[in-house]
């Protein structure tokens, strides 16, 4: 038995029928995360757990730094950043041993967080490295092609790493194959045989 896992981000995840993820988004208001920091899926035998995680970048772009303060200037949302990187992987560690002792066989990172010119200590090498328990992470933010990059975790376990590029051109794939083994793939336009129009049509609507 393989589980390919396939993420693209799509219209159709803002639909209520889609569990939203996000494991270090505060609301400082309510001192409460935005999103559930996890989900947990069902496949065959395996429970599989997936963690988003947003790169503190998204804050404090130029363009978007406003939309996370209220009227006052004061802050809105905290992303768990800070000047060493800890609060991040603290953050999303917590949510890993949560999702571990709730039954996941797997956790697959879901991030944005990038690689290359990205804020270093927000990366997604800087959080595998300093976390152990993830079996596998697709990334984006810093929109490049890693189709089989193999990280060193926090306890010297490799952990798979992929990112699809931009703009659709590929989907991140991360295989399980039957006895546990995770490797990560890209499935680019060219490799594809023969297309899904209703979901050719969803993808036109949003380019």
């Known amino acids: ?14 639909c209520e029928s889609i569990n939203k993820t996000n494991s ?26 997936f963690i988003g995680v947003t790169s503190p970048e ?16 004061s802050q809105l949302y905290y992303f768990f ?4 990187g800890e609060s991040l992987y603290t953050q999303v560690q917590n949510a890993v041993d949560a999702a571990l002792a709730e039954g996941a066989d797997k956790v697959i990172l ?16 800087s959080v595998i490295a300093n976390t152990s328990g993830i079996d596998g992470v697709i990334d984006g933010h810093s929109m490049e092609i890693l189709e089989s ?6 306890v010297g376990s490799f952990v798979p790493l992929v990112q699809a590029g931009h703009s659709y051109s590929n989907i991140g794939v991360m295989n399980i194959t039957g006895d546990g083994y995770t490797y990560p793939a890209i499935l680019s336009e060219k490799s594809v045989n023969e297309k899904n129009q209703e979901f050719q049509s969803l993808i036109d609507e949003i380019i």
């Open 58 to 73: 998204v804050m404090y772009n130029e363009e978007n730094y406003e939309k996370f303060l209220d009227e006052d200037g």
């Open 24 to 49: 270090n988004i505060l609301d400082i208001k309510k001192n409460e995360l935005m999103f559930i920091p996890y989900v947990i899926y069902k496949y065959g035998d395996t429970n599989i757990a």
């Open 149 to 154: 990059g193999l990280m060193n975790n926090k």
């Open 81 to 84: 950043e800070d000047r060493t």
């Open 1 to 14: 038995m393989k589980i390919i896992i396939m993420i693209i981000f799509i219209k159709t995840m803002i």
């Open 110 to 125: 879901l991030s944005h967080l990038g690689v290359e010119n990205v804020t270093s200590i927000w990366s997604s090498t």
